[in-house]
Nanobody, 127 residues
Framework: QVQLVESGGGLVQPGGSLRLSCASS????????IGWFRQVPGKEREAISVISGTDTSSWYSDSVKGRFTISIANGKNTVFLQMNDLKPEDTAVYYCAADYIPLGRGLPTGPWEFDYWGQGTQVSVSS
């Protein structure tokens, strides 16, 4: 079975950094897009970054562009989200998700498009 497990969340001061990890099993990331999403209570789940396991092309939301970087480990079992210059507005539960992408299809960014989800990890940025 497919399993995604996030780790690396925690409490950090504004301006600080965290690196989230999404460890996968049961899938070959070569054939998947991996997305990072975040959600605040009472708000819609927001896509913040997606990467293609096929060609490593990536997408970032405007709120995160220039501060966050998504990457895939060489072994392609783990996807990272490096988060720099964190702001209080970044406080949320962060989820990773996987979507099988047919050849030539663009990167998905809607939560409904993703088949598999991790359990989430809390990121809190506060003084």
């Amino acid at each position: 079975q497919v399993q995604l497990v996030e780790s690396g969340g925690g409490l950090v001061q504004p301006g600080g950094s965290l690196r989230l990890s999404c460890a996968s099993s049961g899938i070959t990331l070569d054939y998947y897009a991996i997305g990072w999403f975040r959600q605040v209570p009472g708000k819609e789940r927001e896509a913040i970054s997606v990467i293609s396991g096929t060609d490593t092309s990536s997408w970032y939301s405007d709120s995160v562009k220039g501060r966050f970087t998504i990457s895939i480990a060489n072994g392609k079992n783990t996807v990272f989200l490096q988060m720099n210059d964190l702001k209080p507005e970044d406080t949320a539960v962060y989820y990773c998700a996987a979507d099988y992408i047919p050849l030539g299809r663009g990167l998905p960014t809607g939560p409904w498009e993703f088949d598999y989800w991790g359990q989430g990890t809390q990121v809190s940025v506060s003084s």
